[in-house]
């Protein structure tokens, strides 16, 4: 999910109270078998050095960023109940008064969570916010004809996961099992097994197809008349 914000620059403020302001997200769905989101901030925050006043008592470099999780999709309002959302990260941005990019990582616990950007006296600029999580793909390796389902990544490290021969192809050897890293990339050196294709098929870029019926095979040398 991907969201464009508008920007705030609650500075040069001194009178009572510091600036509060709060930006929600939706409720956001978690697929299930998600253990772990990305959640990647592109904005801009001015320093407040380069404000002659230095932006007043309350100006801030930084702001920062929490999460709600819940089985049902609620948005509690921060300003009345911030104790249910928990702390995910005070932004440090690499430098000041560009635009940078940063990405945390958020442990899911629940089905919906819901974002809270918390600004007490910057100036930022949000231009979006981005939802990912890792995935495996649905993969066909060639050599040893084996079909690799797409699959959520695991948090952490690596899992097993069961996989099938191709269409028409039948298990030969060893185990059609192999590893889905957090990253998204299956480590096909994990793989011990193949398949092959059933007598008069022959592999034919990861599919079985029939051999050609001009095709004869003596001493198995094939031969095309």
């Known amino acids: 999910d991907e969201a464009d914000i508008l920007p705030t620059c609650d500075i040069s403020l001194d009178s009572f109270p510091q600036p509060n302001n709060w930006l929600r997200s939706d ?8 253990k772990t989101v ?8 001015n320093n407040c050095s380069s404000y002659s006043d230095k932006g007043g008592k309350y100006c ?14 609620t948005s509690p309002d921060p300003l009345a ?7 995910i990260a005070k932004t440090a ?15 899911v616990k629940r089905k919906y969570i819901v974002l809270a950007f918390n ?14 999580y890792y995935v495996c793909p649905r993969l066909t390796l060639i050599s040893s004809l084996v079909l690799l389902p797409q699959t959520v990544a695991p948090a952490n490290n690596s899992k097993p996961v069961e996989v099938n021969c191709v269409t028409a192809a039948f298990h030969e050897q060893g185990t059609l099992s192999l590893d889905c890293q957090s990253d998204g990339v299956w480590n096909i050196s994990s793989l ?8 008069g098929m022959e592999n034919a870029g990861g599919k079985c197809e029939g051999i050609p019926r001009n095709m004869i095979n003596l001493n198995n040398v094939a031969v095309r008349f």
């Open 60 to 73: 801030k470099n930084y702001f920062h960023l929490y999460e709600h999780q819940s089985w049902q999709p």
């Open 81 to 87: 109940n911030n104790a249910t959302y928990h702390k």
């Open 38 to 45: 990305l959640v990647t901030i592109e904005y801009k925050t």
């Open 93 to 107: 941005a690499p430098a000041l008064g560009i635009k940078v990019i940063q990405t945390f990582r958020v442990d």
């Open 119 to 132: 600004d007490r006296g910057s100036c930022s600029v949000f231009f979006s916010v981005t939802v990912s």
């Open 192 to 199: 011990n097994g193949s398949c092959i294709c059933p007598e």
């Open 27 to 34: 409720p956001i769905e978690v697929h299930s078998g998600v």
